[in-house]
């Protein structure tokens, strides 16, 4: 299982530069869809058998049919609109691994608790979610960087889970869902009102 | 009782939601407010003799700093529903119209999903206050933001969404870094081989760790975790709490939400996130690491002063000026817990003198705003003439908010001055006098102006302002200045308490 372990976490390493890399809103969601599945695949490898089926439905499934949905119904553009190169994007990223590799080495770590890359990879996975929630203009790209965000988080406390708080986590996963389903109304509402989504066009509300 | 106060405005939310009679849906809100109300009332003093309350085996515990804060919170729903019987009265009435902000026309949203959204507010605050678990107040913060944007997006109007969606993100990224402060904590307390309790009062559970490993004398990996969290801690229910420099939400969302959200946004929510705040604080006390999170504490709060400073002067919004005064004394309360001893009690009188005073003043602005159409303090003239009763709490309420005898916060600012200077901290003294003059002065000219001067002509000289629309801020109002003059015992008793979890 170890190795299988590794392997999904390296994939997932992989997966988030790509996410900082593409220019097509149908591929940030497909790879954040990847991403959902190899959370339950990491899961699923540390043994949270009953919780690995409850990730993929929502991360791998509910949540990134609520994102296409929505951009099917606002017509969103097919192209994202960074605010800097993807290439500097890629590079951020790149740095972020770089600095969660150097903090691992650094911080006194619980023996034990965390299995190899576990923590860089979700470090990254956290940060990468934050370049795409500022470096984004959509509002709708800024919700995947939030939910990949929350992905590097959910990922960081896998290790931290137990069997008795089972209840926290799908209260957690519940809580996300909603979060992104209310930010969905919300998109709707800012597509028709302003006829983008464009958060650059937010500057009524300025001392 | 525990078990009603949370489950009585979820189920009335989604009740809500089903009726179809606007004055039954008015009826079950107010019904809501004063039965939380009752039932607060109860368990607050059923903590001040000492005992303790509990729900769902244990997940709802308040102590005297969350039963504190879960009583404010229902004084403020009470007066906020009543205010909002007669506003969603008038609200109804007027229908589609051109907003004055942009000109553009809108319309409100369903008067059935904004009611449902107080209720399941008012669910959300409970779960925050009540619980010493840090996963279920941290789901209950994340409540709070989802079922509060509806209610600041009620006119739908681009300023209003503009408001709703940066609420929504930042708060949303913000309190998801307070779970990763969640998270260390867990990192900090774990131990190999050590099966940790799964109880529910995690807050108890990791105050007696830190106990434990503080009287052993051996920190070996736990400390930078611990320091880490704190500081996760700290920026994520910092940004919810309106602490500089992570307020930006906060001036738009306060200003663009109707008052009596504004009122609950400002008095009630806050609180809420502080408490997130004041859960790590305790901990990283009983961890004899008090010195590393006070001294944040009081950084934060002083920054949060002088920013509130900055944007007040010369502020010609009169609810954004209401919205940086909430800044300003979230930054008061962070400097007073900070400091420890004596000013903790005064912050902790100070909370409940803020939450009572902004919600009067938001619930009058949305008075002012209902006659003059306008938010600029430079076009609102003449409010004693035009309305002399919201002219007159709107000026008393003024006094209160900068801090003038007789009322309550005189009473707080004072206590947290004297607790800075028992400790001869002469700086961190000359920076809040300085930033409480700063304001004090930044702050009265609009009121003043606006109460004073000559009424706009084409303005009625007073017609009869509704009782609805009047007396929730004049019961606050009363209630602020009852607390200048006498402080009952059993509410300086449950502050006490309240202080003393957090280092007071």
């Known amino acids: 299982m170890t190795g299988l372990l590794q392997l999904l976490l390296l994939v997932l390493t992989l997966n ?39 990730v993929l439905i929502i991360k791998g499934g509910i949540l990134p049919y609520l994102l296409n949905r929505t951009r099917r119904r606002i017509g969103a553009e097919p192209h994202l ?19 969660s590799f150097w903090l691992e080495g650094r911080l006194p770590m619980p023996p034990g608790l965390f299995p190899p890359l576990l923590l860089p990879a979700a470090l990254t996975t956290l940060f990468c979610g934050l370049v795409l929630v500022v470096g984004r203009v959509t509002a709708l790209s800024q919700v995947m960087g939030y ?22 986590e799908l209260t957690l996963l519940l809580d996300i869902f909603v979060a992104v389903f209310v930010m969905g109304i919300a998109i709707n509402h800012i597509s028709d009102t302003f006829e983008s989504i464009d958060v650059n066009r937010f500057h009524n509300l300025r001392d | 009782m525990l078990e009603v106060l949370f489950l009585f405005p979820l189920c009335a939310g989604l009740l809500t939601l089903l009726l179809p009679s606007r004055t ?18 109860l368990t607050l003093l059923a903590v001040g003799r000492g005992q303790t309350p509990s729900a769902f085996f244990g997940l709802m515990e308040p102590d005297a700093v969350g039963v504190l804060f879960l009583t404010l919170a229902s004084t403020l729903f009470c007066a906020a529903s009543w ?39 008012l669910a959300a605050m409970t779960l925050v206050t009540t619980t ?60 190999p081989g050590l099966v940790m309790e799964e109880g529910l009062d995690q807050v108890g559970i990791f105050v007696d760790m830190a106990r434990e490993v503080r009287a052993s004398g051996f920190y070996g990996v736990q400390s930078p975790w611990l320091q880490a969290a704190f500081v996760f801690l700290l920026v994520g229910y910092g940004t919810k709490m309106g602490l500089a420099p992570l307020h930006n939400w906060l001036p738009d969302a306060h200003s663009q939400a109707p008052s009596l959200v504004s009122g609950l946004l400002s008095g009630a929510l806050l609180n809420c996130a502080l408490l997130g705040i004041l859960r790590g604080h305790q901990i990283m006390l009983a961890a004899g690491l008090g010195d590393f999170s006070g001294g944040l504490l009081v950084f934060f709060g002083i920054v949060s002063l002088f920013t509130a400073a900055t944007f007040i002067v010369g502020q010609g919004h009169y609810k954004r000026l209401l919205a940086y005064s909430s800044v300003e004394h979230m930054g008061i309360l962070a400097l007073g817990i900070g400091l420890g001893g004596s000013a903790v009690f005064g912050a902790m009188f ?51 908010i900068v801090g003038s005898p007789p009322f309550g916060l005189f009473v707080s600012e004072f206590l947290i001055l004297k607790g800075i200077l028992s400790q001869g901290r002469w700086l961190v003294a000359t920076c809040y006098l300085l930033a409480l003059a700063v304001i004090f002065v930044g702050m009265s000219i609009p009121v003043l102006r606006m109460v004073q001067g000559t009424r706009p002509r084409d303005m009625q000289r007073a017609e009869p302002e509704s009782a609805c629309s009047v007396l929730p801020p004049l019961c606050l109002g009363v209630l602020v200045l009852c607390l200048g003059v006498y402080t009952p015992v059993w509410l300086e008793n449950i502050l006490r308490r309240a202080a003393a979890l957090i280092g007071g």
């Open chain 2, 83 to 121: 205010y909002g019987v007669g506003y969603l009265r008038d609200e109804a009435l007027k229908g589609e119209r051109t907003g004055f902000q942009d000109g553009h026309p809108f319309t409100n949203a369903p008067e059935r999903r904004f009611t449902a959204c107080l209720c399941f507010f």
């Open chain 1, 81 to 99: 609109r960074p605010r800097f190169g993807y290439g500097w994007a890629v590079l951020a990223g790149m740095g972020g691994l770089l600095f």
């Open chain 2, 132 to 191: 010493r678990h840090l996963g279920a107040l941290w789901m209950g913060i994340e409540g709070t933001t989802l079922a509060s944007a509806p209610l600041i997006y009620f006119h739908r109007h681009q300023q209003s969404l503009e408001a709703t969606w940066k609420y929504l993100i930042i708060c949303s990224v913000g309190i998801a870094l307070a779970l990763i402060g969640n998270l260390l904590l867990s990192i900090g307390f774990y131990r």
């Open chain 2, 350 to 400: 100070h909370a409940v003198g803020h939450s009572l005073t902004k919600c009067m003043l938001f619930l009058l602005a949305g008075n002012i705003l209902t006659r003059y159409h306008t938010l600029s303090s430079y076009d609102v003239r003449g409010l004693r003439w035009t309305m002399p009763m919201t002219g007159a709490l709107w000026t008393a309420g003024f006094l209160a």
């Open chain 1, 16 to 54: 988030n530069l790509a996410l900082l890399g593409v220019d097509r809103l149908r591929s940030l969601i497909r790879l954040i869809t990847l991403q959902g599945v190899l959370l339950a695949g990491v899961l699923l490898a540390l043994d949270h058998i009953l919780l690995a089926p409850a």
């Open chain 2, 24 to 41: 039954v849906r008015r009826g079950l809100l107010l019904l809501v407010a004063v039965t939380h109300l009752v039932l607060s009332l």
């Open chain 1, 147 to 168: 939910l990949v965000a929350e992905n590097g988080i959910f990922l960081l406390g896998i290790p931290l889970m137990s069997a008795g708080a089972i209840w926290f």
